[in-house]
Nanobody, 132 residues
Framework: QVQLVESGGGSVQAGGSLTLSCAASAYTYSSDSYSNYCMGWFRQAPGNEREGVAAIDSGRTTSYADSVKGRFTISRDNTKNRLYLQMNSLKPEDTAIYYC?????????????????????WGQGTQVTVSS
């Protein structure tokens, strides 16, 4: 069982920045190590469906939703089993609960436009609120 714990959410004014972090644990087999997983960030605003925001695969290829392209950056540190989302130039419409997600198997084509095609594990989410 893989556990994902998000942190770094909060309240910020429009134009500000936040960095989300996701700590992954319980990788017990070398063939199933963190570095083999595709990772992604999703978000869900009240009344909306959960949507993919950014994703990164085991080869560190990234993809982003059009709504965040140029403003958000996803990255991973395989030595720390950590996933990050740097969010700049935040807008009120970025307000949502942000979820970390992990997927395995991970292969070329596992994500597109910030959306993981499958999700094996979810985090609990962290609230991001952007005020105008």
């Amino acid at each position: 069982q893989v556990q994902l714990v998000e942190s770094g959410g909060g309240s910020v004014q429009a134009g500000g920045s936040l960095t989300l972090s996701c700590a992954a644990s319980a990788y017990t087999y070398s063939s199933d190590s963190y570095s083999n997983y595709c990772m992604g960030w999703f978000r869900q605003a009240p009344g909306n469906e959960r949507e993919g925001v950014a994703a990164i695969d085991s080869g560190r290829t990234t993809s982003y939703a059009d709504s965040v392209k140029g403003r958000f950056t996803i990255s991973r540190d395989n030595t720390k089993n950590r996933l990050y989302l740097q969010m700049n130039s935040l807008k009120p419409e970025d307000t949502a609960i942000y979820y970390c997600a992990a997927a395995i198997p991970c292969y070329s084509g596992s994500h597109h436009s910030g959306q993981l095609r499958i999700v094996s594990y979810w985090g609990q989410g962290t609230q991001v609120t952007v005020s105008s």
